[in-house]
């Protein structure tokens, strides 16, 4: 945030639990009340859980479904109430979507959830212009993937991309994703309802 003032950028802070109709309402609200309506919408919540499927709770399958199904749902409803005519939403999943792998049932399930919403939401809103699609970062140089994983694997994920040898960290980095987003809310705009992974050809679909 303060790197954002330092350049200029008006801009504020809101903090809610989105795992709530209510709060996802209260943010937009809170949004237009202090900028008007907005014209983009990112979605970057998500949480991350590598468990067999014998091992997983319910208490965990509720929060896992909450975090990434259930807040993408009512942030897109919101987003979608709230947008100006032709704006632009994307939530952020996972390239997992494009994987046969076992451990990630919750993370990439509650997340499967999102591209179908995705679609239908693509559908529901094309009539006012607005473009609405799914970005599926592959493993990522972040916190967000080390928690997870023992070294085995994070070394497996840094050689799995075919293009991994090109990357700074053989990892999705941030830098690879941004120019995906910038375009998807400018002049990409033509391309709506899709889950597009951009992951350096860690998976396919």
């Known amino acids: 945030m303060a790197a954002l003032t330092e350049r200029g950028v008006q ?69 979608g109430r709230h947008l100006n005519d032709n704006g632009k939403l994307l939530t952020i999943v996972t390239s997992l979507l494009g994987a046969y792998t076992p451990f990630y049932s919750t993370y990439a399930g509650s997340k499967a959830a999102v591209e179908h919403v995705t679609r239908a939401a693509s559908k529901e809103f094309g009539s006012r212009g607005i473009s609405v699609n799914a970005i599926g970062p592959g493993p990522m140089d972040t916190p967000f993937f080390y928690g997870q994983e023992a070294p085995e694997a994070v070394a497996y994920h840094k050689s799995a991309a075919a293009l991994s040898s090109l990357s700074r960290t053989g990892l999705t980095d941030i830098e690879d994703i941004v120019p995906i987003v910038r375009c998807l809310v400018s002049d990409g705009w033509w391309m709506t309802g899709q889950t597009i992974l951009v992951n350096g050809g860690y998976t396919t679909k």
């Open 11 to 79: 801009a504020r802070a809101f903090q809610a639990d989105l795992t709530t109709a209510g709060a996802n309402s209260r943010l937009f609200e809170e949004v237009v009340t202090a900028f008007g309506r907005p014209d983009i919408a990112i979605n970057t919540a998500g949480k991350v859980l590598k468990k067999p499927i014998l091992e997983t709770s319910e208490e965990e399958y509720d929060e896992m479904f909450a975090v990434n199904a259930k807040a993408a749902y009512f942030f897109i409803k919101e987003a």
